[in-house]
């Protein structure tokens, strides 16, 4: 009987909103009879971008526009007493006038003994992010080993090609020959300098703190204003309502100033005609899922550049180790940055045309017990 009374208890308490907010597609309650909206959840808000405050009282046609399927769902639906979910149908258009057109699959459905219907949709390209980001975790997982080995088997025999060097340069005595052994000593140094950043975040204590992400971006945004002072601009568009974050905050710097320092070299040519522009935003997400695990909220940052973009023969690996888009470039920035966000339970996309280059950071609110802060060759 107190089993039975428990378990009454939490139905009474249960609240149907609550379990709206916490489905990963886009939701919307209607009246049947007016067919105006009275309710809209998280991630209809998100997809959106206006608040559930805002869509109460609007019509589909009101965010969706004039749409024939639509139209006939709907009619449909209001004119059944019986539940039924009215079949799926692609939906291509702008969700409002001032958003980009997009790819959809909606459903309607009215609710069994109640005035009520549920019009439901999800973005294909929300999938496809989904599986991107997925194949982007398994990627730096495959990778870490083979880095990690790399840079061990690099590191071993390094000490001894360059005692060697230096021996055969002491015993050489035509000082044109020197000019080898010199190069041999340089470069035997440039890969040292290229394994010690692999290597290096393992042999620091790691810091886990609360940490305004704020605080890091202006840290960022001062070295690489220092570094390029002629012809960059960054700006800033911050959410100062975001709650601080739970991290190693020089990882964070790190990773962040690899970012923002790769988009200032890339906008070498804007920079010298005085119009580069990177921009850094703030916001927040409800209701998120990274690497199939949910989570409540996470931290967005984008990076955005109005540089020529990313080459597309190099977009979908840009991530990978000794990749990169400059001839002078290493490969291992952008590799670190992921490897470290990762860390943090987050990860890092890029959408790049020209023009417009976005590096979309995403890490989600969690406890210092669920982070795995190791060295970026370490477990991910």
Known sequence: ??????????????????????????????????GTIIYANTAAEFSLKLSRKLLVGYELKDVFGEH?????????????????????????????????????????????????????????????KTAREERLILQARANK????????????????????????DYELPDPALKEYTKVMIKEVDRLQTLVDRLLAPHKRQKVISEVNIHEVLERVRSVVLAEFPAGLAITRFYDVSLPEIIGDKELLIQALLNIVHNAAQILEDRRQAGDAKIQLQTSISRNVTIAKKRFKLALNIHVIDNGPGIPVEIIDHIFLPLVSGRASGSGLGLTLAQSFIQMHG??????????????????????SDNLNITEPLGEL
């Open 1 to 34: 009987m107190r089993m039975f009374k428990t378990r009454a208890a939490s139905a009474a308490l249960f609240n149907p909103s609550d379990a709206l907010d916490q489905m990963p597609n886009s939701m919307l309650l209607l009246d049947r009879i007016t």
């Open 346 to 367: 987050g990860f890092i996309s890029v959408q790049s045309e020209p023009e417009r280059t976005d590096f979309h950071v995403q890490i989600p609110y969690t406890t």
């Open 145 to 168: 080993d083979l880095m990690r080995n790399l840079a061990h088997e690099i590191k071993n025999p390094l000490g001894g090609i360059r005692g060697a060097a230096q021996l055969l």
């Open 68 to 128: 024939q399927n639509l139209e006939a769902m709907l009619a449909k639906c209001t004119s059944e007493s019986a539940t039924q979910r009215i079949d799926m149908f692609l939906y291509q258009g702008p969700l409002r006038p001032d958003q980009k057109e997009f790819l959809a699959y909606v459903t309607l459905a009215a609710l069994e003994g109640s005035d009520l219907m549920v019009f439901e949709w999800f973005e294909i390209a929300q999938q496809t």
